[in-house]
T-cell receptor, first 110, second 116 residues
Framework: LAKTTQPISMDSYEGQEVNITCSHN???????ITWYQQFPSQGPRFIIQ???TKVTNEVASLFIPADRKSSTLSLPRVSLSDTAVYYC???????????FGSGTKLNVKP | DADVTQTPRNRITKTGKRIMLECSQT?????MYWYRQDPGLGLRLIYY???????NKGEISDGYSVSRQAQAKFSLSLESAIPNQTALYFC???????????????FGPGTRLTVL
């Protein structure tokens, strides 16, 4: 399993764009990059997944450079309710098991 | 009603006791997982099952066992609980038939287990 490295924590203010970068130097050809969000005392929730370049949905954007050794989750105009832990995972659907790591704790301030 | 349910939600037990945590899902998914989460840490995979006849160990299976009684049910047992198994336990499911490489897992609400 490819392991990931993320910042332990980040602070932001309401209305700002937040970018969380994840390193995954040992990513394999079949691996996809997936991000989850977890609120206190709740299970993680899927946010977005991508393989290369850029993916956007109603919640976030995911930027993946050509070498795929890192990725950046972008949250536009965060609000207080975006305060959570964000996990970057790397894995392949065929194996369907993942390394969650410790995640990045995002604290959004008013 | 929740798609992935876990019982009990909270449990306090004593060292040496046998305990079972249960997970049920109504999503019709083939794959089910058990994770544990310790304070301030990420989730670690204990066991996973791709179908009723398929059980696989995860990162930290020692001290745990599982049973996949049906497609919808996956239980986790601690044969002889010890204090360092105190943690938050999550069950999750995913759909083999989701198509492509989507690897979205759906998590239950968690079971908070305390071993005294």
């Amino acid at each position: 399993l490819a392991k990931t490295t993320q910042p332990i924590s980040m602070d932001s203010y309401e209305g700002q764009e937040v970018n969380i970068t994840c390193s995954h130097n040992n990513i394999a050809t079949n691996d996809y990059i997936t991000w989850y969000q977890q609120f206190p005392s709740q299970g993680p929730r899927f946010i977005i997944q991508g393989y290369k370049t850029k993916v956007t949905n109603e919640v976030a954007s995911l930027f993946i450079p050509a070498d795929r050794k890192s990725s950046t989750l972008s949250l536009p105009r965060v609000s207080l309710s975006d305060t959570a832990v964000y996990y970057c995972l790397v894995g392949a659907a065929i194996f369907n098991k993942f390394y969650f790591g410790s995640g990045t704790k995002l604290n959004v301030k008013p | 009603d929740a798609d992935v349910t876990q019982t009990p939600r909270n449990r306090i037990t004593k060292t040496g006791k046998r305990i079972m945590l249960e997970c049920s899902q109504t999503k019709g998914h083939d794959r089910m997982y058990w994770y544990r989460q310790d304070p301030g840490l990420g989730l670690r995979l204990i066991y996973y099952s791709f179908d009723v006849k398929d059980i696989n160990k995860g990162e930290i299976s020692d001290g745990y066992s599982v049973s996949r009684q049906a497609q919808a049910k996956f239980s986790l047992s601690l044969e002889s609980a010890i204090p360092n198994q105190t943690a938050l336990y999550f069950c999750a499911t995913s759909d083999l038939r989701a198509g492509g490489n989507l690897i979205e897992q759906f998590f239950g609400p968690g079971t908070r287990l305390t071993v005294l």
